[in-house]
């Protein structure tokens, strides 16, 4: 027989099985084969690869010999059968991945289209607006009037109130150049100025231009608008017209046109380069508390203390629409549009964020879960989620393709949540009120966190890139935080 564990006598040069041997010399103490003494210390182990052991006598018959044939045979057809089983699988799984791939082409192709003719109709409908203003409509009936044309618009929107269940994916790549988290968490105060008047301090509003970061726009409570250059480090325009605080600006993204919203009531539409009111909106008649622009860039979404939200023309300041819940009976706190501009957000003094259609016009969802007015709301990029802040200390994260909160952030006790704005990347979330906080979506943990403000910081913005981060405050100031 191989021994298992085999070994060397230096006496006798014979091997042993040392199980066998380690008996014998402790029973006997000297070699079995020439008697002379040893010891197991003297014994040396030999390395060999793993014996075969031969097969039993019984296993040497012809019929023996074939039922091992017999057994390896079936073990190779089952292992040849779980193979076959796999590759079918897989067959399966990428058949199932072409055809998805090509549905998804399809609905692309599809939207493209619908897209195009949605852009035609309104470039045929602009110059037809021959719309009804919402001043000379009673207000019980202004939601349920709409003239042609407004109808016109809203059908080449071409969606339905089920849009917001079917959200795709705008498809846009995270930039090379954005800052990384790492880095952001070593950004520094670079620059702080004083804007507006000094006899009413307090910056109440925020905006950067969205193709050229360096251009921002404030709203002060003296009623001015002020468009400041960042990289001149200078004031370029002092808009003024309000009769009250600016609570909201807009740096139109393509023109060099900006907005304003007041508790005056009124909208207005400002030229840069000729530093004035070019177009007065009267779409309330109560304080306006929330504006948003249309990814068309020709329409603006306003919501109001008077319960209304109105979408209006910039171009010739008419009011296409204007709508209330009349279940609610509540007033509007902000209002956002998707980037997709077919849906939007609107927050309610009872905590109530609501999302409505465009084209239908109607509340195609309710998201309860705070405890106090909504303050801010905003939009991620790709349109999966919704922040949402309000005067109960704490910033909820909402999945709109499943409709449900999925994240809740709570602050420090007595937080007040004056501003939420994604980055254009959709990779940092950044918080100002209390003072100034930036998280890092998907993970949701906060990576900066700013104090400077003496005041209540009133609004926040990214650069482009999130290179810097700009904030403004009751404290009448602008500042910028960078490496």
């Known amino acids: 027989l191989v021994p298992e564990h085999p070994c060397v006598s230096p006496v006798s040069n014979q091997v042993f099985e040392r199980r066998l041997i380690e008996k014998y010399i402790a029973e006997n103490g000297v070699d079995p084969i020439n008697g002379q003494p040893l010891s197991e210390e003297q014994l040396i182990d030999i390395k060999v690869s793993h014996p075969i052991r031969p097969k039993a006598p019984s296993a040497t018959s012809i019929p023996a010999i074939l039922k091992s044939l017999q057994d390896e045979w079936d073990a190779v057809m089952l292992h040849s059968f779980t ?171 393509a023109q060099s046109v900006v907005f304003s919203a007041s508790p005056d009531s009124t909208i207005r539409v400002w030229s840069v380069t000729g530093g004035n009111c070019v177009q007065v909106i009267r779409a309330h008649e109560a304080s306006v508390t929330g504006l948003s622009l249309h990814a068309t860039g020709d329409y603006l979404l306003s919501s109001s203390e008077d319960q209304y939200w109105a979408f209006s023309d910039i171009q010739t300041g008419r009011v296409l629409t204007k709508v209330t819940d009349e279940t609610a ?109 930036v998280y890092i979506c998907k993970q949701w943990s906060e990576v900066l966190n700013f104090s400077d403000h003496s005041g209540l910081v009133t609004g926040v913005a990214f650069g482009e890139h999130a290179q810097f981060l700009a904030s403004t405050g009751m404290d009448r100031s602008l500042k910028f935080y960078s490496l």
């Not at 801010?376 to 349109?383: L, R």
């Open 329 to 437: 009976g509540c007033a509007l706190t902000c209002a956002q549009f998707h980037p997709d501009g077919l849906i939007f957000g609107t927050g309610t003094a009872d905590s109530q964020i609501k999302i409505w259609d465009l084209k239908e016009r109607t509340n195609v969802a309710n998201f309860p879960g705070h405890s106090g007015p909504v303050t801010s709301i905003a939009f991620s990029e790709n349109g999966y989620y919704l922040a949402t802040g309000a005067q109960d200390s704490s910033l909820k994260l909402w999945d709109l393709r499943k409709l449900k909160n999925f994240k809740t952030i709570t602050l420090d006790n007595n937080y007040e949540v004056k501003s939420l704005v994604f980055d254009q990347s959709g990779t940092y979330l950044a918080v100002g009120g209390s003072d100034i906080r």
């Open 83 to 253: 193979l076959r089983q796999q590759l079918q699988t897989t067959r399966q799984e990428l058949s199932h991945a072409l055809y998805q791939h090509d549905a998804a082409c399809r609905v692309i192709a599809r939207l493209t289209k619908e897209v195009t003719a949605a852009r035609e109709a309104l470039a045929t409908l602009k110059p037809q607006a021959g719309l009804i203003a919402p001043q000379a409509t009673p207000a019980s009936q202004t939601a349920a009037v709409v003239s042609n044309s407004s109808r016109l618009f809203m059908h080449s929107l071409g969606v339905g109130e089920k849009r917001f269940l079917h959200l795709e994916s705008r498809g846009k790549t995270v930039p090379e150049d954005l800052i990384r988290a790492e880095d952001l968490g070593k950004f520094r105060q670079v620059a702080s100025h004083g804007l507006h008047s000094a006899s009413i301090p307090g910056i109440i509003s925020l905006d950067l231009c969205p193709t050229d970061t360096n251009k921002v726009l404030t709203g002060g409570a003296d009623k001015n608008v002020v468009v400041f250059d960042r990289r001149e480090e200078q004031i370029v325009a002092t808009l003024k017209g309000h009769t009250k605080k600016v609570s909201s600006v807009i740096y139109h993204p």
